[in-house]
């Protein structure tokens, strides 16, 4: 019986993801609902840089930034810095003197009350129509970045836009590969039913007004940007990330697996707290929140749980449960499903850690 509950355990684990993506793929990584693009449309754009501590980034970003084939005039910078004490401040000025033909306005807060607090302190000092986050370690990869949001958010029906993602250095080749990666194909097929609530804050689109209507950034949990995206969704606009719009993301050094699960604690409190809004959910948007939100705050732990019957059972000698743990061990081999164990791993482990620390 322990062995029983451990299968069906296993198998509702992999197969419901595996559904989700197969049904994703197939029907809809494609066919692109119901969006309709005006590339002649150009809104003025608030592009707010949060720092802290950028030093050896900021410059290398606002370079990024100023290369965007973008009507300059129709650009404003606005850096909102939390106190860093590296001189990233006053390589912003700097910089600003040297490209007197770009907006750019320095926000500085006098103490680090993190990434969403710095974000709503920002968003006084804005005038965009469109507001675009972008975090100062990373990239926009293609230079018709910016012009590509307003082509999208030109669709009233659209009210954020975010990027897929590639790891850095992976190069242009990487690109091709990397959205058809599992998350990225997640990301685009989702957007194309209707929205995605994952966002990326490599670079998270908004409109002003909508940004307004949901109160600006969410101070308690980590992932402002997915948040902030998801409550527009829930709005009936769609939050969409774009599969031509594509960011360069900063992998750390040092402490990987502890950023990976940091990560990991923002979705978790994200979802957590979207489940306990008990939102009113639009009807095309329901397939996707509901499985996503099950995929971070469920299905890890229904792993666990069949592993643990899984070793209880073999503890008592069947040998039906060691040849079983012998298999999921053995597919550790196979990078995906070593990659799918490890984002289950962190997901235990965020969801531990958000007892006792939110940060
Ligand atoms: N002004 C300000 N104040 N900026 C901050 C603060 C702060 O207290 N803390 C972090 N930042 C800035 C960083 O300088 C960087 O530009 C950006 O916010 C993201 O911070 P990282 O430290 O690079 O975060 P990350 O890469 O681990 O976090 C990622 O995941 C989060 C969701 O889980 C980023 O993509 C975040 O944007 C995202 O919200
Ligand atoms: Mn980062």
């Not at 910078?77 to 770009?102: C, Q």
């Not at 719009?245 to 990991?264: D, N, Q």
């Not at 039906?320 to 482990?349: E, M």
């Amino acid at each position: 019986p322990l062995i029983i509950a451990a299968i069906a355990l296993a198998f509702t684990h992999f197969s419901i993801p595996i559904t989700y993506y197969w049904y994703l793929r197939t029907r809809w990584l494609n066919s692109l609902w119901n969006i309709v693009v005006d590339p002649s449309h150009t809104p003025m754009i608030s592009v707010i840089v949060p720092t802290y501590n950028e030093a050896g980034f900021i410059e290398g970003k606002l370079d990024n930034i100023y290369d965007q084939e973008y009507p300059r005039d129709r650009i404003e910078v606005v850096v909102v810095d939390s106190a860093s004490t590296d001189g990233t401040p006053e390589r912003v000025l700097e910089w600003s003197n040297r490209h007197p033909d770009i907006a750019l306005k320095l926000v500085r807060e006098p103490v680090r009350r993190g990434k969403a607090h710095a974000l709503n302190e920002a968003l006084k000092h804005v005038s965009g129509e469109i507001v675009i986050i972008t975090d100062a370690d990373s990239r926009l990869l293609g230079r018709d970045s910016l012009k590509k949001v307003a082509a999208y958010l030109s669709d009233p029906s659209v009210g954020a836009v975010s990027c897929v993602k590639i790891p850095e250095a992976s190069g242009p080749e990487g690109i091709e590969a990397s959205y058809r990666g599992f998350y990225n194909v997640l990301r685009v097929a989702e957007s194309n039913l209707h929205s995605t609530p994952v966002f990326h804050g490599e670079l998270a689109a908004f409109r002003r007004n909508l940004l307004e209507e949901v109160g600006g950034f969410p101070t308690d949990i980590g992932s402002d940007d997915s948040h902030t995206a998801t409550l527009i969704a829930l709005k009936g606009y769609r939050a969409i990330i774009a599969r031509d719009l594509v960011c360069e993301e900063a992998i750390p050094r040092k402490g990987y697996h502890m950023w990976r699960v940091r990560r990991a604690q923002h979705l978790v409190q994200h979802f957590w707290k979207i489940l306990r809004a008990r939102h009113k959910v639009p009807k095309r948007f329901k397939t996707v929140l509901y499985t996503e939100t099950y995929l971070h705050l469920f299905n890890p732990w229904i792993l666990l749980a069949a592993a643990i019957l899984l070793a209880a059972s073999a503890a008592t000698g069947s040998l039906l449960a060691i040849l079983l743990l012998a298999l999921g061990l053995a597919l550790l081999l196979f990078k995906p499903y070593r990659a799918w164990i490890a984002t289950q791993l962190y997901l235990i482990a965020a969801a531990v850690r958000n007892l006792w620390t939110r940060e």
